[in-house]
């Protein structure tokens, strides 16, 4: 299968840095003395462009929405017992940066559940607060594509669920 085929204008993407984006288009480009075909991926809370080389969607983790099982899947681990390792906070920090950066839901759902907060617990640090929020961020941004509502609402869907595990 061409990459061509593989994405269309419109089409909904999720890049496993920047989280979920929307395909502006396929442009032609002459760089450095060669023509390449870019995809053109609009972040729109971002305000950001990114173009990709054809060729290099693949290796760059670009990806499809999630089906509706993958995100149920994440739904589902937002409502476990929340793990929190006692290694020092850089070590978690690390493994949570990474685990959102993967892209993949059931992983950032795990990020968001072990930092979640109920009012109960104690503040958060800055630097875990920053983590849960673009965690936070990434999930619910995801949801709310596939799901087709708006970001607030998705946001809402999910503190729901964090607030009855």
Same mark, same amino acid.
């Given at each position: 299968?061409?990459?061509?085929? /593989? ?14 984006? /929307? ?32 060729? %290099? ?23 476990? %017992? ?47 607060? /920053? ?24 946001? /809402?869907?999910?503190? %729901? ?5």
């Amino acid at each position: 299968m061409s990459n061509q085929l /593989q994405y269309e204008t419109g089409d909904f993407v999720v890049y496993p840095t920047h989280g979920v984006g /929307q395909v502006l288009d396929i442009e032609k480009q002459v760089i450095g003395g060669y023509d390449l075909e870019l995809l053109v991926i609009g972040f729109e809370r971002e305000r950001m462009k990114l173009r990709i080389p054809m060729p %290099k969607v693949r290796e760059s983790g670009l990806r499809r929405l999630s089906t509706k099982k993958v995100m149920e899947s994440a739904l589902v681990t937002l409502r476990g %017992k929340a793990r929190v390792k006692r290694t020092m906070w850089s070590r978690r920090a690390q493994e949570y940066e990474a685990k959102i950066n993967s892209g993949d839901p059931v992983s950032i759902a795990e990020v968001v559940r072990d930092l979640h907060r109920n009012a109960t617990q104690p503040e958060q640090s800055y630097s875990e607060r /920053q983590i849960y929020e673009l965690a936070l961020e990434r999930l619910t941004c995801e949801l709310a594509a596939i799901e087709d509502i708006d970001a607030s609402t998705a946001t /809402q869907k999910v503190e %729901k669920l964090l607030s009855a595990a």
